[in-house]
């Protein structure tokens, strides 16, 4: 499930040959009258045991994600965000100093590690920030679009980063990121056809940790 979940899921023939991020010019305050920076940790925590059940927006299961083992990549160590019902489904993903990346992804055709990882947002991000990611001609973009404050049913008043993604296949989808929670929403505008798989439409229901 990890496919209509999490994962960024790339052809085990393509290569990773770009990724970047241009700053925005928007404030990197967390909101709290200090002036201090936003993490990106703080948004996307990956702690071995945690996890995330969600729902799909319009009814029905979507699955639970877990943080699994770690795993080094390239000497940067990585983390499993992996289906509950099927680790062998799973994909890798790691906060640096430079910010948020995915390395590695696997599913019924086995590993895939990319050379470089798709990066997704700065480690101190400001709105505005955009990231590129060239994998063969084929492009996948994020964009740091704005902090908002959304309520879920389980969940009122999270302090999100909300982060937009495109390819250049026509696929486009939102990102609601909660202050030490993680992912709590997405909402996919329209499908990739070519390299990626998203979340589709859901939202968070419970959290183990």
Known sequence: MV???FGVILSAILLV???ACGGGGGSTSNGDGGGTELDIFDYFPLVAGYSWSYNRIGGGFA?????GQSDF???IATNRIEDISDTSHFTNWAVTND????????DSGGITFNLNPIKYANR?????DLCQ?????YSVSTKFEARETISLANFPNIDCIKISLTTSDGGSYMLWYGKGIGLVKS???????NLMIFPPSMELVSKNF
Do not use: E
Request: no cysteine.
């Open 73 to 75: 990549i390239s000497g």
């Open 99 to 106: 910010g948020l990346f995915q390395w590695a992804h696997s």
């Open 63 to 67: 699955g639970t994600m877990r943080v």
């Open 124 to 128: 101190h991000p400001k709105v505005g």
């Open 133 to 137: 990611s060239i994998i063969s001609g």
């Open 187 to 193: 909402f996919q505008n329209s499908a990739s056809t």
């Open 17 to 19: 040959a770009f990724s």
């Open 3 to 5: 496919k209509k979940i």
